[in-house]
C-alpha cells in the first residue's frame, strides 16, 4: 500500500531537486544570452536565460508574499514563462 506524502517530504523534495540542479555540469547549462525589452529608450540588455529564470523566480516569491516552500514551483514556472517568451519571439 502506498504511504501519504507530507508536507515534509515534499519538502525533502524539493530541496533534493533544487540540488541536483545545482550539480549540473556547466555544459549543460544555456549560456546563450537573449535580449529582454528594454523599459524605456535604454538599448537592449543580453542576459543569460538562467539569469533571466532567476530573476523572475524571485518576482514570483514576492508576489506570494515571500512565503518559503515554492522555490522549485517558482522556478519551473519562470522558466516556462522565460522559454515560451522566446519561443514566440523566434517563431515571428
Not at 533534493?16 to 545545482?22: A, F, I, N, S, T
Amino acid at each position: 500500500m502506498a504511504t501519504k506524502r507530507t508536507k515534509a517530504d515534499r519538502s525533502q523534495r524539493q530541496t533534493e531537486q533544487l540540488g541536483k540542479k545545482v550539480d549540473r555540469h556547466p555544459d549543460e547549462i544555456e549560456k546563450e544570452p537573449s535580449t529582454l525589452a528594454p523599459k524605456s529608450d535604454e538599448p537592449p540588455v543580453l542576459i543569460p536565460i538562467e539569469q533571466q529564470i532567476q530573476q523572475r523566480a524571485y518576482e514570483l516569491y514576492e508576489q506570494r508574499g515571500r512565503t518559503d516552500g515554492h522555490e522549485l514551483d517558482d522556478w519551473l514556472q519562470a522558466e516556462c514563462e522565460i522559454k515560451g517568451t522566446q519561443a514566440k519571439a523566434a517563431a515571428a
